[in-house]
Each structure stands twice: as C-alpha cells, then as structure tokens.
C-alpha cells in the first residue's frame, strides 16, 4: 500500500488572544492520496482556512500548532523553520490558493517578475521560469503576451487565473484551493472550476477548502466536514453523499438544495460555531444538534469508524459522535417516509 501524501495526524492549533487561548482546530485526522482530490468542507470560523496555513507553515504570528503531526511524503513538516519551508515545500512540493487571492499579487511588480523571485528561490533560471509561465498563462486561458503587465491590468476572474499558473508554475505535487472564487460572479466560478477540475491540466493533487458541500461532491474523491475545529466526518465524496453520519453532515447537505427532490425544504442550522478555549472536553455541534444527549456534552467525540447503510464496515468512513447509530438509523428512517409518500403521491 502506498504511502499517503499528506497526513494530518491529532492536529491541534491554538491562537493566542487577551482573552486566552482560542483553540482553533482540535485533534484533526485526515490524509490525502497521492493524484487525488480531498474536500475541507464547513462553515466559516471552523478551522479549514487555519489547517490550510498549518500545511505551508503561514499561521498568523499568534497561532502554534500546540500538538500532534503533520506529513508530507512521510516526513513531519509542522516545525520546519520559514529557510526550510521555502526551500523545501512552498511553490516547489505544496502551493496555495488563498482566499482573496486576488489581493495577495504584489501591485508594483509585474507578474512575470513575481514569477521570476519564485522560481529563483528554488533555482530555476529566468529563461526557464519564462517559458513556464507562458505555457501556463495558455492553459488557464490568458494570452501569453500578457505576463509582462501589472497585476492593475487584469480583472477579477484574470487575477484568480494568474494565481492558479503561479501555484503550478514549479510543478507541485500538492495544491491548497481556499475558497478559490471567493467574491466571483457564478460565470467566472465555472470557468475557475473548469480548470481546477483538469486533472490532467492540474498534475497535482488537490485540498478543496469550501463552504459549499455541493462542489466537494461534484469535484473530489475523499472529504473531511468540520465543525468547530472539530473533524465532523470523513469518508469518500460517494459514502457521504449516500451515506452522511454526522449529524452537522446531514443538516448541512440537506442546507443545499438537491436536483432529486427539487420540492424539498431546506434545513436551517440555527446558531453560530462556538469560540473554543484550552481543551475541548464536549462535542462541539452538541449547542446545535437536535439530536443531542446530556452525555454529548461530557466528551469530545474520537472519530471512529461506521458502518454502511448495508451493515458492512466502511475501512474510509469515519464519524465523530457518540449517537451516530441512532442518528443513522433516523435518517434511513426519514428516507423510507419520503420514499413511500411520493409512491403514495404517485
């Protein structure tokens, strides 16, 4: 059996505030295969975009990982010092999309020069990178002619675009897409996707952070749902999409609306993610979930294996919640009703 890419191994991450330790993201599991897509799905404020800056060593100058491990090709990379960092994993082996990456380009250099520092960081010689980037600017749908100009020069949907082929430009193994078409209209967010779903365009594995469960389930393999720095659930894209465990997982996919039952009314999830600090002894969806216990909040919930909806034992899915079997069998439950009443409609 091959070794994973990138494992995320107890993962804890803390930020420092005047009010105390705010923990951000807590005792997270999850890796990602080698040539495949990995979805990072949740509601803003539940610890995707902090586990994202924790992979490339860019938390915010008050954030520490606090605990546990984070490997790329086998090798711990959570304590690389920013030298190492550069010259061993970022643009090279790991690259990153931000959110408002459209910000992120420097405005008084050309692009072709912000090219040019970053394959020199990694030796690659200003010919070399040149003929690169123009490549790339074809294969995300920009004239080549146009990598001499100043970030000014593009529109929104360009500057994203300019993004993807500086993130491919040294070939990566592994690409982080944090909510990559943030503030687009709908048409630009198709064409960015377009590209982004070329595997073969891409050559790289994928980290797909979103608010949006719909586009995981339409463009990965695997998927992790989080909710208040806690993993929620982590299966393939497929086992959650028949088979959702959490209770999170099953109110926000039924939050989106679905082409098979155009008619059904969307759920609510009423409140916020909770702010978290030190340790976190409770399951964090327990204030929201209407199908919470007294014991849900006593202790924090180890992500275990489940069973399918057949019986057998999932070896990928996994489920935070001391519930889940009465959980599933609820919604298997509620999914019958549905059947037999639109036969009875029928």
């Given at each position: 059996m091959t070794e994973p890419l990138l494992e995320v191994e107890d993962l804890t991450i803390r930020y420092e505030t005047n009010q105390g330790a705010v923990t951000a993201v807590s005792d997270a599991n999850f890796t990602v295969e080698s040539g495949k897509?990995?979805?990072?799905?949740?509601?803003?404020?539940?610890?995707?975009?902090?586990?994202?800056?924790?992979?490339?060593?860019?938390?915010?100058?008050?954030?520490?990982?606090?605990?546990?491990?984070?490997?790329?090709?086998?090798?711990?990379?959570?304590?690389?010092?920013?030298?190492?960092?550069?010259?061993?994993?970022?643009?090279?082996?790991?690259?990153?999309?931000?959110?408002?990456?459209?910000?992120?380009?420097?405005?008084?250099?050309?692009?072709?020069?912000?090219?040019?520092?970053?394959?020199?960081?990694?030796?690659?010689?200003?010919?070399?990178?040149?003929?690169?980037?123009r490549d790339l600017f074809e294969v995300v749908g920009l004239q080549p002619s146009r990598i001499t100009d100043y970030p000014h020069?593009?529109?929104?949907?360009?500057?994203?675009?300019?993004?993807?082929?500086?993130?491919?430009?040294?070939?990566?193994?592994?690409?982080?897409?944090?909510?990559?078409?943030?503030?687009?209209?709908?048409?630009?967010?198709?064409?960015?996707?377009?590209?982004?779903d070329d595997r073969e365009r891409m050559g790289a594995s994928m980290i797909l952070i979103t608010h949006d469960i719909s586009l995981v389930f339409e463009s990965c393999d695997h998927m992790a749902v989080m909710h208040g720095g806690q993993i929620a659930e982590t299966a393939t894209a497929t086992e959650i999409y028949d088979s959702p465990r959490h209770p999170y997982t099953i109110l926000l996919q039924k939050a989106f609306p679905d082409i098979r039952n155009p008619k059904r009314e969307l759920a609510v999830i009423d409140g916020t993610p909770p702010q978290l600090f030190g340790e976190i002894t409770q399951c964090t969806f327990a204030e929201r979930c209407p199908w919470a216990a007294e014991e849900c909040f006593q202790t924090a919930p180890p992500l275990e294996q489940v069973s399918s909806d057949d019986g057998r034992e999932s070896k990928t899915h996994r489920a935070a919640c001391?519930?889940?079997?009465?959980?599933?069998?609820?919604?298997?439950?509620?999914?019958?009703?549905?059947?037999?009443?639109?036969?009875?409609d029928n």
């Open positions: 897509y990995f979805g990072l799905v949740g509601e803003s404020g539940c610890g995707k975009s902090t586990i994202a800056k924790s992979i490339i060593g860019a938390l915010d100058a008050n954030g520490q990982v606090t605990s546990g491990t984070i490997k790329y090709k086998g090798s711990e990379i959570q304590h690389l010092s920013e030298k190492e960092l550069n010259r061993r994993i970022r643009w090279k082996e790991i690259s990153f999309i931000p959110q408002s990456s459209m910000d992120t380009l420097d405005p008084l250099d050309r692009i072709s020069d912000q090219a040019i520092r970053i394959g020199k960081v990694h030796g690659i010689g200003e010919e070399e990178t040149m003929d690169r980037f020069q593009f529109s929104g949907g360009m500057k994203q675009r300019v993004i993807i082929a500086l993130s491919l430009l040294l070939d990566p193994s592994l690409v982080i897409a944090d909510e990559p078409t943030t503030a687009l209209d709908v048409i630009m967010q198709d064409q960015i996707f377009n590209y982004l001391i519930r889940e079997a009465e959980v599933a069998k609820d919604r298997r439950r509620e999914a019958m009703d549905q059947t037999t009443g639109g036969a009875r």
